[in-house]
């Protein structure tokens, strides 16, 4: 990236979107763990100005300025598919797959900071120059700072559940984030979920089948997705499985 390239320039005529402005009242996290030491301190310094997108800030540590806009081609130095990952974690699936996929861009989105560490860690290890890490709040990456049509696939791989009943209007699956999706992805675009939690498998695919922007393509013989090629079992799945919990899967094409 030269100099004069500005990959986040400002709309200044942006407001929030109304989908935007419900998430911001209930969140779907609780950000917990911000600090870094030893060998994650160490990453974060080294490797940030490499790998961490300096968004433009709101109100909040994790906020997007509304005015603000992604320029993929000037924040990766081409144009390339862009896959983005909600939810990020350690960042085992992405870097493997930016690792497999040079040819295709990875944005990975979380708000914990150790994990965002461990991530770029992992991607300096593995060579993965391909990748780009933002630290900010999904609904409004989706809602404002990514351009409508800017994206090929969306991941959410294991998003928390919050098993608890009265949590539930935590949970990020919803129609109102289900818009937003829709608004980034291109036509013929793919988001790809995949969840441990049995009841909140059915909830998504409940909630994105009464989506019009979405067509469902989960034709397994349980009505879900056959398991994505392209997602790794990462530690926390074998998790899951171990404690009996059955994986499932499932793709929504943009219409």
Same mark, same amino acid.
């Given at each position: ?48 100005? *490499?790998?961490?997108?300096? @968004?433009?800030? #709101?109100? =909040? ?5 509304? $005015? &603000?806009?992604?320029? !993929? ?5 081409? *144009?390339?598919?862009?896959? @983005?990952?909600? #939810?990020? =974690? ?5 870097? $493997? &797959?930016?690792?497999? !996929? ?23 290890? &593995? ?129």
């Amino acid at each position: 990236m030269t100099e004069h390239e500005n990959p986040f320039p400002q709309d200044a005529g942006a407001t929030p979107s109304a989908s935007v402005e419900r998430h911001r009242g209930v969140l779907s996290f609780v950000r917990r763990g911000t600090r870094l030491q030893g060998k994650q301190l160490a990453a974060w310094e080294r490797l940030s100005g *490499r790998y961490l997108m300096d @968004v433009p800030r #709101g109100d =909040g540590e994790t906020s997007v300025d509304p $005015a &603000a806009r992604l320029d !993929a081609a000037a924040l990766f130095g081409r *144009r390339a598919p862009l896959i @983005v990952e909600i #939810g990020a =974690g350690l960042g085992d699936a992405v870097v $493997a &797959a930016a690792a497999a !996929a040079p040819e295709t861009d990875f944005i990975a989105l979380d708000v914990y900071r150790p994990g965002l560490s461990d991530l770029m860690r992992k991607a300096d290890r &593995a060579g993965a120059t391909n990748i780009r890490v933002i630290e900010a709040n999904a609904p409004e990456v989706f809602g404002t700072l990514l351009r409508p049509g800017s994206v090929d696939e969306v991941w959410m791989f294991f998003p928390d559940p919050w098993p608890k009943k009265r949590h539930h209007k935590r949970r990020l699956v919803s129609p109102s984030f289900a818009d937003l999706v829709a608004r980034v992805l291109r036509p013929g675009g793919r988001w790809r979920l995949a969840t441990d939690w049995e009841e909140y498998a059915e909830q998504m695919r409940e909630t994105l089948g009464g989506v019009a922007a979405f067509a469902p393509a989960n034709d397994g013989a349980d009505g879900f997705a056959p398991r994505f090629a392209g997602r790794i079992e990462t530690g926390f799945e074998r998790k899951g499985i171990a404690a009996g919990r059955i994986i499932r899967d499932l793709t929504y094409v943009r219409r």
